[in-house]
Nanobody, 127 residues
Framework: QVQLLESGGGSVQAGGSLTLSCVAS????????RAWFRQAPGKGHEWVAS?????????FYAISVKGRFTISLASPNNTAFLQMNSLKPEDTAMYYC???????????????????WGQGTQVTVSS
């Protein structure tokens, strides 16, 4: 069983930046589909971004964050990151990392598609 631990959340003003990290308790191959989701108060889980590295990095983003957020992996432990720039109040949510998603991240926008989840880190953006 792999445990994921997120960190890096906090409170920022609109236009600011944050970088979230997701450390795994065991090695996860770069070819494994990794993702970030978020859940705003009173709403369901929303897919934010996913990626895998099968030799070439493939990353996918929700329209709401494309161009502002970047998902990445860092060696040697393949810690996952979510760099968030130009933050907006509507980005306020609990952010969760996920791992062991569908092969090639195909259709990887639903919570049910991932085997491992972190406990979340809160991001609050004030106007």
């Amino acid at each position: 069983q792999v445990q994921l631990l997120e960190s890096g959340g906090g409170s920022v003003q609109a236009g600011g930046s944050l970088t979230l990290s997701c450390v795994a308790s065991a090695y996860i191959p770069r070819s494994n589909c990794r993702a970030w989701f978020r859940q705003a108060p009173g709403k369901g889980h929303e897919w934010v971004a996913s990626m895998y590295d099968g030799g070439t990095v493939s990353a996918f983003y929700a329209i709401s964050v494309k161009g502002r957020f970047t998902i990445s992996l860092a060696s040697p432990n393949n810690t996952a990151f979510l760099q968030m720039n130009s933050l907006k109040p509507e980005d306020t949510a609990m952010y969760y990392c996920a791992a062991d998603g569908p092969a090639y991240c195909t259709g990887a926008i639903t919570r049910a598609g991932y085997k491992y989840w972190g406990q979340g880190t809160q991001v609050t953006v004030s106007s």
